[in-house]
């Protein structure tokens, strides 16, 4: 999941808790449903930790795994412009050095 913000501000993800799990067997997947407290210091409500729901999907014939959330997490404004600000910057630097 931290992979998954242009930004990069994902990275500042933590997990803080598994608060429920359930397996489930699907026809094509094996499942993982999950109730989890995320940690980060740029949530947009300012609060610590934030609960999501999501499920991993693992292909029973396939070597693939998926991530399935309801929600994504809400991340403060000017926190998303400094990452992105940053990535561009290292961007530049490192086409430079090249």
């Avoid at 429920?20 to 499942?31: L, P």
């Avoid at 396939?62 to 990452?83: G, K, R, S």
């Amino acid at each position: 999941m931290k992979r998954l913000s242009d930004s990069g501000i994902y990275t500042t993800l933590s997990l803080a808790n598994i608060l429920d799990y359930e397996e489930i067997d699907g026809i094509y997947h094996n499942n993982v449903a999950l109730e989890l407290e995320l940690r980060s210091q740029h949530f947009k409500s300012k609060l610590d930790t934030e609960v999501f729901n999501m499920v991993v999907m693992k292909h029973k014939k396939e070597d693939i795994t998926t991530l399935a959330i309801d929600e994504f997490p809400v991340m403060d404004d000017d926190a998303i412009e400094d990452f992105y600000i940053q990535k561009v910057e290292e961007h530049r630097e490192n086409r430079e050095k090249a």
